[in-house]
């Protein structure tokens, strides 16, 4: 039996800090899980509810949609999963099932979604519940801790590089939590990888390179050959007539992130030529299966710092600063 409160970091208002609140376990609704948190990753999306970025929190919410833990009871209709499971909780915590877009295999563009550390309360803490049919099983005797950061930043990652077609030659601006799990999958698949990192920081530079990236540079750099596509995980706007500038006749440039400073101005001629700019929502369920399937193929092995859950302010300005490398993951 789990105990009957719980420790959590809790949002009141953004642009204030989280606090360590004592509270209620929550009860697992008739299609929803109640797991023990194992470990829950600290994603940029967090930093954006933080900050306000993103407008539409339930508050107060608990943050975190990189959520690993073991299932310790079910509600009444829950049948894929029982006691014990090792299970994964992504963003996308609830679809409606019946707009237009779920009904046409897009369920990330659903009309009336609920996100997980957004609307529903997430993975800071030391139980979350979560719709069964949302979660992915994951195998029990990983390390938690490791498999956190596939659950957002490798599965939107994932669905992003999707996006970028068959890429030979591919650029990933902002080499952070995605992008080092991306990076491994990519060059696993053959492709040649090019990094681009903040002006200067030598540490992520040799860190794709240990990855097996062709190129690492500064982002106002360009690469050394044209690019086939881009992928841009920083959430930084004038990196889109960079990105455009770099990649070939007929190439696409992916917006990753769930907020991004606004795009400069830029001239037609550098998106002439069939070139593609677009971004990416979210998730499917799809998405997280294929990538989990791949993931543990590759295999891809996830560089992470851990934090006790008390300290989720700290692991928030170490994100915010970039002096994180790989990805940051809160431990109950
Ligand atoms: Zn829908
Ligand atoms: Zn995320």
């Known amino acids: 039996m789990p105990p009957k409160t719980m420790k959590a970091m809790m949002l009141d208002r953004p642009g204030t800090e989280l606090h360590l609140r004592e509270i209620a376990v929550p009860e697992p609704g008739r299609h929803q899980v109640l797991i023990e948190v194992l470990a829950c990753g600290v994603c940029r999306t967090d930093l954006h509810v933080v900050d306000g970025d993103l407008t539409e929190p339930k508050l107060p919410i608990i943050p975190g949609h990189e959520i690993v833990g073991t299932v310790v009871a079910t509600g009444m209709d829950v049948t894929g999963l029982a006691p014990g499971a090792r299970v994964g909780v992504p963003w996308l915590g609830h679809t409606c099932g019946a707009c237009p877009y779920c009904r046409t295999q ?119 050959v044209p690019l086939d596509a881009a992928i841009i995980f920083a959430p930084v706007g004038s990196l889109v007539p960079a990105a455009l500038k770099a990649v070939v006749k007929g190439g696409t440039v992916v917006c990753a992130g769930i907020h991004m400073s606004d795009i400069p101005q830029f001239p037609y001629s550098i998106l002439w030529e069939e070139r593609v700019v677009r971004s990416v929502a979210n998730l499917t369920r799809r998405d997280g299966h294929e990538f989990l399937e791949l993931a543990a193929k590759a295999p891809i092995e996830t560089e992470i710092r851990r934090y006790p859950l008390a300290n989720a302010n700290r692991a928030l300005a170490d994100l915010r600063s970039g002096a994180i490398t790989g990805a940051a993951v809160l431990i109950p």
Request: proline share 5%.
């Open 106 to 224: 897009r369920e990330n563009l659903c009309d009336a979604p609920g996100f997980t550390g957004y609307q529903i309360d997430g993975g800071y803490a030391d139980y979350a519940v979560a719709d069964a049919d949302y979660c992915f099983p994951l195998p029990a005797d990983g390390d938690a801790a490791k498999q956190a950061p596939l659950m957002c930043a490798g599965l939107i990652g994932y669905r992003s590089y999707r996006m970028a077609g068959e890429a030979k030659r591919l650029g990933i601006y902002g080499f952070g939590a995605a992008a080092h799990i991306l990076a491994q999958l990519a060059v696993h698949q053959g492709r040649e990888v090019h990094a681009f990192t903040r002006s200067g920081d030598r540490m992520a530079q040799e860190f794709a390179a240990e990855l097996g990236c062709v190129w690492a540079g500064s982002s106002e750099e360009e690469p050394p």
